[in-house]
């Protein structure tokens, strides 16, 4: 078991209180900031498996039972998410240590100091303000530490990211890998093509889960993960609900651009955030997923529509190249878009 991250989770119950275990995306947040230097798969299926539910089920679960319960939860990851089971199984453990476990958070080591700043990073009041040249009383015995900083990827709740950060830190997490994510952007628009040569109804059966692993692949590089060709086919693991989701918002858009042009394109945008949500969320439905993009994208459609219009003028480049510039541009735009899901899931905007 990880002991810098059991490290962290534990002083996250602690400070936090066991409720942040039912609540997947405030602890996501919480994890991506102080844990951003574990594995990133360990972060990942711990976080799967809170959305799962692990915490109430071990919770009620008496202690005799509760092993088998564990096997039965890491069984459901396995086969719902596709993950190890190793990862699977330690996830579980790691949960049951730190909320169960017999050695106390405060005993731990402070191998990880910035765990030690949870509570201090999100409640702690404002330093006050003194004039120029006053002198200052001494607080460094008893001010908190200073929470990690990082370009885009610190946590600051309310605060929502401009969409120049969100590009920016589109074009730092494609540094170094922009050659791998314009060969997935090129066996994507092939398959597209082929759908297409093959006939509505094959597009319109595959678009789905194929988006929704295209999808997969940007959040999870979005969130630091490391992906391959074959996360884009990924989202043939949910292939009911990806096919499911890409049908009723195809429905929808259609029903609300024959009124007029605009009703469309403002639903284009409010359903824009459903397919990670849909990934965030295996368990819920197609159209709880259109719904809760709906009420995520309240207030920040006009952002979104901006943030797409920004890569107007990249486009046109694109074209002059005979659109080879769009094996760039594709991936530019679409991480900038996960960003812009992970941005508002931080912010728990719902």
Known sequence: MNA??????????????ESILVNPQQLKGLISDYAKDEPRAECLAFGRCIEYGAYTELKNAPD?????????????????????????????????????????????????PQASAVKAAYTAPAAPQYPQGAVQPAQAAHAAPAAPQSSYHTYQPGQV????????????????????AAGMVFVWLFILILLGLIGGIGYIVFYGPLMLGVC???????????????????????????????????????LWTCLLIIPGIVKSLSYSMAYYILLDNPRMSAL???????????????????????????????????????????PYAQLTMANFYEDLNKNNIS
């Open 64 to 112: 005799p039972d509760r092993a088998a319960v564990k096997n039965r939860l890491a069984q459901r990851l396995h086969s719902g998410e596709g993950l190890e089971m190793t990862l699977c199984t330690g996830a579980l453990d790691l949960l049951e240590a730190a909320v169960w476990g017999s050695s106390s958070p405060a005993a731990l080591p402070a191998a990880y």
């Open 4 to 17: 810098n991250f059991l490290s962290i989770v534990k002083r996250i119950v602690l400070e936090q209180g």
């Open 288 to 330: 709880d997923a259109i719904t809760a993009s709906r009420r995520m994208m309240e207030g920040y459609k006009g952002k979104l529509l901006c943030l797409y219009l920004s890569f107007t003028g990249w486009a046109l480049l694109c074209i002059l190249s005979l659109g080879i510039g769009f094996f760039w541009l594709i």
């Open 161 to 180: 990211q401009t969409n120049a950060m969100l590009r920016r830190a589109a074009r730092e997490q494609l540094r170094g890998s922009w050659l791998p």
């Open 216 to 254: 997969g692949y940007f959040l999870t590089k979005a969130r630091g993960g490391a992906v391959t060709m074959g996360a884009m086919f990924g989202g043939f693991n949910m292939f009911g609900p990806g096919f499911l989701l890409y049908f009723l918002m195809s429905f929808f858009l259609v």
